[in-house]
């Protein structure tokens, strides 16, 4: 079983910084995920990072902007969010998965969810 905390939430003009933190218990090789889901509409994928390769994956509307990382060692991975927009407003989740790849877009790849954090982007 692993058990994920996310951090990091707020409030943020547009154009702002915030970085988000998944701590995961129990070992770490796992690939991550970042997802979120705005009022009224979907979870969409945001960002992913896998355990085996390194390879990140990123939703086109974050592409530049936003950069998925992870600590080995700290067991933890990071999602920096730059020039927030006010559409990126949304509860943000990580998950886990022992998949790889290109699955990792999709929601149904992963095991584990945490909580959900709250960003909100003022325009």
């Known amino acids: 079983q692993v058990q994920l905390v996310e951090s990091g939430a707020g409030l943020v003009q547009a154009g702002g910084s915030l970085r988000l933190s998944c701590a995961a218990s129990?070992?770490?090789?796992?690939?991550m995920g970042w997802f979120r889901q705005a009022p009224g509409k979907e979870r969409e994928f945001v960002a992913a990072?896998?355990?085996?390769?390194?390879?990140?994956y990123y939703i086109d509307s974050v592409k530049g902007r936003f950069t998925i990382s992870r600590d080995n060692a700290k067991n933890t991975v990071y999602l920096q969010m730059n020039l927030l927009k006010p559409e990126d407003t949304a509860v943000y989740y990580c998950?886990?998965?022992?998949?790889?790849?290109?699955?990792?877009?999709?929601?149904?790849?992963?095991?584990?969810w945490g909580q959900g954090t709250q960003v909100t982007v003022s325009s």
């Open positions: 998950a886990a998965t022992e998949n790889s790849g290109p699955r990792l877009r999709n929601g149904l790849s992963y095991d584990y």
């Open positions: 129990g070992r770490n090789k796992y690939s």
């Open positions: 990072i896998s355990w085996r390769s390194g390879s990140t």
